[in-house]
């Protein structure tokens, strides 16, 4: 578990200071900000991050900005990235209503069925 987490923590570092968008791939976001209990988005939603959660999670998902769709229709790929930054920005610059907005955008099922490619 405690290598987990530390795994966790580089990954989430090396997402926060990738020198391009293209290093960084949708699975390595999902894993360091989105997926588990104890994931920046679980912590920032449930009201029980801290302010530097919610300006990381902000980091983390604008590395998702210009990633082709796995699957489906591009366009509606980029709203939904757009919403998850819009709402993961808002949070971190304090806006505490916008935490409604941020579960909305970060549903998993709403994305995954339409872009996760099938294994």
């Not at 801290?50 to 790929?77: I, S």
């Not at 757009?82 to 970060?106: E, H, P, R, T, Y």
């Amino acid at each position: 578990m405690k290598q987990t987490k530390l795994l966790l923590a580089a990954i989430s570092a090396s997402l926060l200071f990738a020198g391009s968008a293209g290093a960084v791939e949708i699975k390595d976001v999902m894993k360091a900000a989105m997926k588990g209990d104890d994931s920046l988005y679980n912590k920032v939603t449930k009201g029980k991050g801290t302010d530097a959660d919610a300006k990381k999670l902000a980091a983390c998902v604008k590395n998702l900005t210009g990633k082709k769709a796995p699957r489906g229709d591009q366009a509606a790929f980029d709203r939904k990235v757009d919403a998850l930054i819009k709402a993961a920005d808002a949070v971190a610059n304090g806006n505490k209503q916008a935490v409604s907005q941020l579960i909305n955008a970060g549903a998993c099922k709403a994305c995954h069925s339409a872009h996760k490619p099938e294994k």
